[in-house]
């Protein structure tokens, strides 16, 4: 009799622990009563019916991580490659990812490698290398979509690596190769070409700048003999006015200047080298006194006044 009331608390403690429940943080528990879900058991203290309700599935309700594995893919233009890529979620209902699907973990590594076969398989190999964001945009809403049913929420899926065969990588390297060589000869022929234009430009200013030159120079060459005819006609009207007064050695001006001329023409031609004249030193000497007489006179007039 003294032991019927201890096995009654031991009773009664066990009773009570099998109706307490201690949930972690990031876990979910689902609650069966006769084998039927009724409710789900939130992170913390949670209170249980003892032999009627019972712990059905704990859910891990973190977001979660599962690579999936390598597979070989066909590309639109029949090209064929290897891809891999993990893929991220979170379970958001611990009731439907329990009890719709099976083996959640298999079902979306599963639906993800055929939504990859069937995403990369629509685009051509050239697409498929250069826009790997699309693939992976693509790839969440398709997959995303489907495991939504079971109360999963895809928050991430990315490709790591697209692999073509050895032989088409080769053959793209070289592709590349030529690629770079012709714009490198395109480069080199528009250098060419400018090269060109800027040396047809220096040569017209050139041109321009030589032509202007001419031009001046044509300028002030006239305008020199313009002066130069003006100086000789003044200098021809005084001696005009002279002989007009009766003046002898204008005259003799006028023949000293014509005889010295003649000199300087005979002198400075080509083919003089030894010049033998016949005339008088006193004639020349003469003349050349009147150019200096008439001179003079002119500077003196100029200085009296």
Same mark, same amino acid.
Not at 71 to 78: P, R
Not at 130 to 159: F, H, P, Q, Y
Not at 232 to 252: L, P, R, Y
């Given at each position: ?10 009773f009664?403690i066990?009773?009570?622990?099998m109706g307490?429940?201690r949930?972690p943080?990031?876990m ?10 009724t ?5 913390g203290i949670q209170f ?5 309700d ?7 309700m973190m977001e979660?991580?599962?690579?999936v594995?390598q ?15 993990v893929?991220?979620f979170?379970?958001m209902?611990a ?13 979306v ?7 990859i076969?069937s995403?990369m398989g629509?685009m ?6 250069s ?8 790839l969440?809403?398709?997959?995303d979509e ?9 928050t991430r /899926? ?18 590349m190769?030529a690629e770079?060589?012709k714009?490198a ?11 060109? /234009?800027l ?5 017209k ?9 001419e031009?001046e120079?044509?300028?002030?060459e ?8 003006e100086?000789?006609a ?10 007009a007064?009766?003046d ?7 023949v000293?200047?014509k005889?010295?001329?003649a000199l300087?023409? /005979?002198a400075?031609?080509?083919?003089s080298?030894? /010049? ?8 020349l ?6 150019i ?7 500077f003196?007039?100029?200085?009296d006044?």
């Amino acid at each position: 009799m003294e032991l019927l009331p201890i096995a009654i608390v031991v009773f009664a403690i066990i009773v009570i622990m099998m109706g307490v429940k201690r949930v972690p943080q990031g876990m979910e528990y689902t609650v069966e009563r006769f084998g039927r879900y009724t409710r789900t058991l939130k992170p913390g203290i949670q209170f249980l019916i003892p032999f009627i309700d019972g712990i059905g599935a704990k859910v891990n309700m973190m977001e979660q991580v599962t690579d999936v594995p390598q597979q070989e893919v066909i590309t639109k233009d029949n090209a064929m490659v290897t891809a891999d890529g993990v893929v991220f979620f979170k379970v958001m209902d611990a009731a439907k990812s329990a009890y719709r699907v099976n083996d959640m973990y298999r079902a979306v590594l599963n639906i993800t490698m055929t939504n990859i076969r069937s995403v990369m398989g629509s685009m051509d190999l050239d697409e498929l290398l250069s826009k790997r964001d699309e693939i992976n945009s693509r790839l969440l809403v398709v997959v995303d979509e489907a495991a939504a049913t079971w109360g999963i929420k895809v928050t991430r /899926i990315e490709i790591k690596d697209i692999n073509p065969p050895a032989d088409l990588v080769e053959s793209m390297g070289r592709q590349m190769k030529a690629e770079r060589e012709k714009r490198a000869l395109i480069l080199e022929a528009e250098g060419t070409r400018a090269a060109q /234009i800027l040396n047809a430009e220096g040569i017209k200013q050139s041109a321009i700048l030589a032509a202007e030159g001419e031009k001046e120079a044509a300028f002030r060459e006239a305008e020199a003999r313009e002066r130069l005819a003006e100086a000789e006609a003044k200098a021809t009207a005084m001696v005009s006015q002279a002989i007009a007064k009766g003046d002898v050695q204008a005259i003799n001006y006028f023949v000293a200047q014509k005889y010295t001329e003649a000199l300087r023409d /005979i002198a400075s031609a080509d083919n003089s080298k030894i /010049i033998m004249l016949p005339m008088e030193a006193a004639s020349l000497m003469g003349s050349i006194s009147g150019i200096a007489e008439i001179t003079k006179e002119a500077f003196g007039n100029k200085v009296d006044k």
